[in-house]
């Protein structure tokens, strides 16, 4: 089996925990970051990351995130070429990270936009001063990607990094394998469960 | 012109700086941050993400990431699919991020391995105890995954976070662009000059 010749991960996974407890601990990490690396995938094959920020507030069960983005960027052009797309946040003061593996579907709804836009946004956008390019909630260049998840994997530190080190140098002595913290998997069939949640039928 | 649609990447690209200044902010990025997510494609076109560590030390001017993996976890697989992968390095405190495009190499070759090993490494692989898989360099599971990056792409923050905050202030209420830091490219060409330093003719 090849599990066995992975102690590492076999012993960092956690499957007993509900989803709503995975989904918990998952917001955390995001919250605690703020800020992902959105990766799309070229044409010529070649994976492309930036940093982006989802569009908050979060509900208590939401996976899709969405991002505020400005269309004349090349990660558009990413998307429409392949929409499959990874968003991977890191904690560097807790090694803690997650990665949503999914699916990128581009909205220039109004409405949609309206949801996620905040005034702070402009500064992004800037007022190219020709009456249609404001950086307003109206400006043609806003649109709204949405991360539908297909499958989420995160790591938890359950130690501190004293307890890390400790796990760690310990784990190398008794020739044991270290796992200090914890592997969490957020399934297709438990993320399809929470957008039942979400949708009228 | 698309740039002018997008000022904020505009206004944030820093053309006027050496190669080797380039290098250098990169790799204070990848020092502070220390471990990335390294993000590869399934055959099902999926792409997954996963934090790992690069192998230290760098020399000046290197720009090849190498890490010490286990070949029996699952993005083997998906390398051996697809090479093109991305190595992401975020900053939390900073906001700081770096995009490494390139193809991965896998190499079991025994110098390869001991170049980049240390025993601190053994807890993550563990002694199976049938004495071939003993967790140290000669641990038949031990490989290394080279990055040989074709296009690196990073934002490095000019300002603390009070001073990004203030420009994004000042920014939405003059309605000019925010760009409270620099986004700076290292070019395949770049890249290929360094390379040239580090090979015997």
């Known amino acids: 089996m ?3 010749l992975d102690p590492y991960t076999a012993k960092a996974e956690n499957n007993d925990l509900t989803p709503q407890q995975k989904i918990e601990g ?14 799309t995938r070229s044409a010529d094959g070649h994976l492309h990351s930036r940093a982006m920020m989802p569009s908050a ?4 069960t939401q996976l899709v995130l969405a991002f505020v983005a400005n269309n004349a960027s090349h990660k558009f052009e990413e998307i429409d070429n392949d929409s499959h797309v990874n968003v991977s946040f890191f904690n ?4 803690s990270w997650a990665s949503y593996s999914g699916r990128a579907k581009v909205s220039r709804d109004k409405e949609t936009i309206a949801k996620h ?18 950086g307003d909630e ?13 499958e989420i994997r995160y790591w938890v530190a359950t130690k501190g990094s004293v307890g890390r080190a400790i796990e760690t140098a310990v784990s ?9 913290g914890e592997l969490r998997t957020i399934s297709k069939a438990e993320i399809q469960l929470t957008q039942r949640l979400q949708s009228t039928s």
Not at 26 to 39: A, D, F, N, R, Y
Not at 172 to 180: D, E, F, G, L, S
Request: charged share 20%.
């Open 2 to 4: 090849v599990t066995s």
């Open 26 to 39: 998952l917001h955390e990490i995001v919250q605690s970051v703020k800020t992902g690396m959105l990766t």
């Open 57 to 60: 507030p979060f509900s208590g």
């Open 92 to 95: 560097t003061d807790t090694t």
């Open 117 to 134: 836009w905040s005034t702070g946004l402009s500064a992004y956008f800037g007022d190219l001063e020709d009456g249609v390019h404001k």
């Open 138 to 150: 109206n400006d043609p260049r806003i649109s709204i990607i949405e991360v539908i998840p297909e």
């Open 172 to 180: 190398a002595v008794t020739k044991n394998c270290a796992a200090p």
